[in-house]
């Protein structure tokens, strides 16, 4: 049973530029959260995925989007990068309506220079 | 706003001996409690976990408390193992029964380090 997956593993990218990043939740599981990590901090929740739509965000600014697809896979998109967007940043994949444990991917480092 | 705090960034332990990991939270609506394990390079691990109804859980060598008055929460370890090594998260969450949305609140982590 392959667990969530997420694509690339590390990118850079200059300032200005726009990203996208990748997750493959984990078989069965039908919601999908996107997080920031910053060095040294906890992961930072950014939003949340179920049903192709956006159900839940965290306090980021809307340069931050998303999409969910009817596989339950999902990406991020972030648009005129700035340094402090420079972070791990982890997908969690779920079931909707369960007191589960959320299962995380291995995450997406993201380099902006 | 940080709404679960863990003030411990590093905790340091003999092999064998107990790992006591705490965490504290502001937000009273949080009923539900999770402790992830991250090595790097990896993603976060889900260890244990906690409903806000029960004051203790036990997994193998792993017990998380629960005390809802103080808003306190820890992890404990025993006995340690130097394979523990690793930064431990505390993360809530506002469950209601299982039909909210399930956005986890973390802490800043603690690094432990358990020694040979």
Not at chain 1, 42 to 54: K, V
Not at chain 1, 58 to 67: A, K, L
């Amino acid at each position: 049973d392959a667990g969530v997956t997420q694509s690339p593993t590390h990118l850079i990218k200059t300032r200005g530029q726009q990203v996208t990043l990748r997750c493959s939740p984990k078989s069965g599981h039908d919601t999908v959260s996107w997080y920031q990590q910053a060095l040294g901090q906890g992961p930072q929740f950014i939003f949340q995925y179920y049903e192709e739509e956006e159900r839940q965000r965290g306090n980021f600014p809307d340069r931050f989007s998303g999409h969910q697809f009817p596989n339950y896979s999902s990406e991020l998109n972030v648009n005129a990068l700035l340094l402090g967007d420079s972070a791990l940043y982890l997908c969690a994949s779920s079931l909707a309506g369960r007191a589960t444990e959320a299962f995380f991917g291995q995450g997406t480092r993201l380099t902006v220079v | 706003d940080q709404q679960v705090k863990q003030n411990s960034p590093s905790l340091s332990v003999q092999e064998g001996r107990i790992s006591i990991l705490n965490c504290d939270y502001t937000n009273s609506m949080f009923d539900y409690f999770l402790w992830y394990k991250k090595y790097p390079a990896e993603g976060p691990t889900f260890l244990i976990s906690i409903s806000s109804i029960k004051d203790k859980n036990e997994d193998g060598r792993f017990t998380v408390f629960l005390n809802k008055s103080a808003k306190h929460l820890s992890l404990h370890i025993v006995p340690s193992q130097p394979g523990d090594s690793a930064v431990y998260f505390c993360a809530a969450k506002v469950d209601a029964g299982g039909t909210s949305y399930g956005k986890l609140t973390f802490g800043q982590g603690t690094i432990l380090t358990v020694h040979p």
